[in-house]
């Protein structure tokens, strides 16, 4: 499987832009970039993913390099509520073997008021 | 209902028993996964279902692990003679298909301890 790797920890101020990077320099061309995030006690929680183009949601924007081999996370407007840990996940679209997401030791993100 | 629903949330057990974790996709999702995050760690695939069949069982930790899906739904992951080391929380997860292109959905999990 195509590995990640992101910084283990990020501070932000509150209310503040956080960009969480993601090195994927194994991508191949039929994995998708997924970004999920898991919040104390809790099961993890799908934020969003993308193929080449730049993506936006009401969570989240997802930047990817042209290359592919790199992409960003961005939360625009952190909360407390944000504070979580965000993980950064490859996810084939061909090979059964890639139907799993494994996930990584993730970014944790602490948000300080 | 609208989530991953499992059950039951909590767990206590004596080791040396047998437990059995439930899970309930969302409707419709043929994709199922397990996993299990223990303390401070994280998520370990243990296994996956495409409609009732499995077709990754590797990340299964031993063969006191087991897991079936029946109609295309619920699964249930079971654990016999369970030990100290299985203490952790168990996770669900569906998604619609199994493309790249679709995203998972995770329940609450269930907390599993050992004593």
């Known amino acids: 499987d195509a590995k990640t790797t992101q910084p283990n920890s990020m501070e932000s101020n509150e209310e503040e832009p956080v960009h969480l990077p993601c090195n994927h320099s194994t991508i191949s061309g039929t994995d998708y970039i997924h970004w999920y995030r898991q919040l104390p006690s809790q099961g993890p929680e799908y934020v969003i993913h993308g193929l080449t183009s730049n993506v936006n949601n009401r969570m989240a924007s997802l930047a990817i390099a042209e290359d592919r081999k790199s992409s960003t996370l961005i939360l625009h407007r952190a909360t407390l509520r944000d504070a979580a840990v965000y993980y950064c996940i490859l996810r084939d679209s061909v090979r059964a073997a890639g139907n799993k997401l494994t996930f990584g030791g993730g970014t944790r993100v602490l948000v300080k008021p | 209902g609208a989530g991953v629903s499992q059950s039951p949330s909590n767990k206590v057990t004596e080791k040396g028993k047998d437990v059995e974790l439930r899970c309930d996709p969302i409707?419709?999702?043929?994709?199922l996964y397990w996993y299990r995050q223990s303390l401070g760690q994280g998520l370990e695939f243990l296994i996956y279902?495409?409609?009732?069949?499995?077709?990754?069982k590797s990340g299964l930790p031993s063969d006191r692990f087991s897991a079936e899906r029946t109609g295309g739904s619920v699964s249930t992951l079971t654990i016999q003679r369970t030990q100290q080391e299985d203490s952790a929380v168990y996770l669900c997860?569906?998604?619609?298909?199994?493309?790249?292109?679709?995203?998972?959905?995770f329940g609450q999990g269930t907390r599993l301890t050992v004593v």
């Open positions: 279902f495409q409609g009732n069949s499995a077709p990754d």
């Open positions: 997860a569906s998604s619609l298909g199994f493309s790249g292109n679709t995203e998972a959905f």
């Open positions: 409707s419709g999702h043929t994709a």
